[in-house]
């Protein structure tokens, strides 16, 4: 579904992804797991439209995405939750549910998907009159995701979704991407979290300075001791 090859980035001077390449299947839960600073949220800000790499492309079911707008990418099924969460914080949970949902055609569908994200998170539909920046940061967090999902998206990219929060609050994220596999979305995840990732990817990407070290299922990375030392600690 999406296959990303050959991508370099610079930031001036500082070279921030090294001829990286990644493949996600449809369906699939895709780990990119990896240290601060080492790539991730470039990478996926490349996929998302929002940076412009040196090289490389980004091609999205054969199609190569060079030069396409972030928004036009939303619309062809591509949803990036950002790290920092991006909510509006003097909204409730339910306008910023429909500010996700601006680009679905009618009422009806807008009602229908934020049902599902009431379903999949319940605590929101609870909270749906509460202002965003008076919830829970995992409770944002879930927010944050649901909005990502307004679009209906086939392919949900998170970034660090799981930064700063509980240990509790992050097996519900876990849970949580359990169940949007089993609704057939398929999902790239960025992650510092190698635990939460190895308990739900299907394949996992090691990223060090830009460069992916190690690319393999979750049991066959932590199986490898250099591998566990090195990058899967956390």
């Not at 055609?105 to 009431?118: K, L, V």
């Not at 539909?125 to 944002?140: N, V």
């Not at 060090?208 to 299922?217: E, K, N, Q, W, Y």
């Amino acid at each position: 579904m999406l296959e990303v090859s050959g991508l370099t980035v610079r930031y001036g001077p500082f070279l921030a992804l090294d001829d990286v390449s990644i493949a996600v299947g449809r369906g699939e839960i895709v780990g990119v797991i990896g240290p601060n600073g080492a790539g991730k949220s470039s990478l996926v800000r490349v996929i998302a439209g929002l940076v412009t790499p040196e090289s490389g492309k980004v091609l999205w079911e054969g199609a190569d995405l060079g030069g396409m707008a972030p928004h036009r990418r939303i619309r062809i099924g591509l949803s990036l939750v950002p790290e920092g969460r991006g909510l509006f914080p003097q909204m409730s949970v339910e306008e910023n549910l429909m500010m996700g949902g601006y680009s679905l055609p009618d009422r009806a569908r807008m009602t229908a998907e934020i049902g599902r994200c009431y379903e999949m998170f319940p605590v929101l539909k609870e909270r749906r009159r509460q202002l965003a920046a008076t919830l829970s940061g995992g409770q944002q967090q879930m927010l944050a995701i649901s909005i990502g999902l307004m679009a209906e998206p086939r392919l949900c990219i998170l970034d660090e979704p799981s930064l700063g929060l509980a240990p509790i609050v992050i097996q519900e994220i876990g849970a949580a991407l359990k169940k949007m596999r089993e609704a057939g979305l398929t999902v790239l995840l960025a992650e510092q979290n190698a635990t939460l990732t190895y308990g739900v990817a299907d394949h996992i990407y090691v990223i060090h300075s830009g460069i992916i070290r190690f690319h393999d299922t979750p049991e066959r990375l932590f199986e490898k001791q250099e591998v566990v030392e090195s990058f899967l600690s956390v």
